[in-house]
């Protein structure tokens, strides 16, 4: 059974940094490219980042450009977003997400909630 | 970069009606396989539904289908039960961009 599980998210301030992970287990993590992908509160579904299955191809939506950095360590089965000069806009919960073929996300941790606020 | 757009916003149907959403992109998504629905629930993580616009992922009724191409996709409930009443997403893949729809909320009538 795919189990992906979220850490890392809190309340952190204007500006300030945070990295989240996800541990992933019951599929070979090395096979698969990963995603995440935010919701903030009431509000659709956004993704956010993607990785390849080698790790040496990133991509990011525009809102997160330069300010986000996915990468993911094989040999923790560990998917990692840190986090940088967040803004009250990035208050969403953060779900990792199994990426199929690199088009569709068929597998979902739970979330981890990142509330950024003064 | 591709904008979906959902419609409609709320359906509001009786248990055993039929369901209808629509997910139109703003520009024709290259390929049938590049179109995916999702399903969430209140306080739940999305579940896929479909992936490559109409192909059921593993363990999804039957009742759930999907069809479409081009830039005009449809997910169709057929008899909805108690379980389907949730939120549902498209989403589409094109040049390195993945993009959600708003969502269309189907409620209880």
């Known amino acids: 059974e795919v189990q992906l599980l979220e850490s890392g998210g809190g309340l952190v301030q204007p500006g300030g940094s945070l990295r989240l992970s996800c541990a992933a287990s019951g599929f070979t993590f090395t096979n698969y490219a990963m995603s995440w992908v935010r919701q903030a509160p009431g509000k659709g579904l956004e993704w956010v980042s993607l990785i390849s299955v080698s790790g040496d191809r990133t991509y990011y939506a525009d809102s997160v450009k330069g300010r986000f950095t996915i990468s993911r360590d094989t040999s923790k089965n560990t998917l990692y977003l840190q986090m940088s000069s967040l803004r009250a806009d990035d208050t969403a919960i953060y779900y990792c997400?199994?990426?199929?073929?690199?088009?569709?996300?068929?597998?979902w941790g739970q979330g981890t909630l990142v509330t950024v606020s003064s | 970069e591709i904008v979906l757009t959902q419609s409609p916003g709320t359906l509001s149907l009786s248990p055993g009606e039929r369901a209808t959403l629509s997910c139109r992109a703003s520009q024709s998504v290259s390929s049938s396989m590049y179109l995916a629905w999702y399903q969430q629930k209140p306080g739940q993580a999305p579940r896929l539904l479909i992936s490559?616009?109409?192909s059921r992922a593993s363990g999804i009724p039957d009742r759930f289908s999907g069809s479409g191409s081009g830039t005009d996709f449809s997910l169709t409930i057929n008899r909805v039960e108690p379980e389907d009443f949730a939120v549902y997403y498209c989403q589409a893949y094109g040049a390195s961009r993945w993009t959600f729809g708003q969502g269309t909320k189907v409620e209880i009538k």
């Open positions: 997400a199994k990426t199929m073929a690199t088009i569709y996300f068929d597998s």
């Open positions: 490559g616009a109409s």
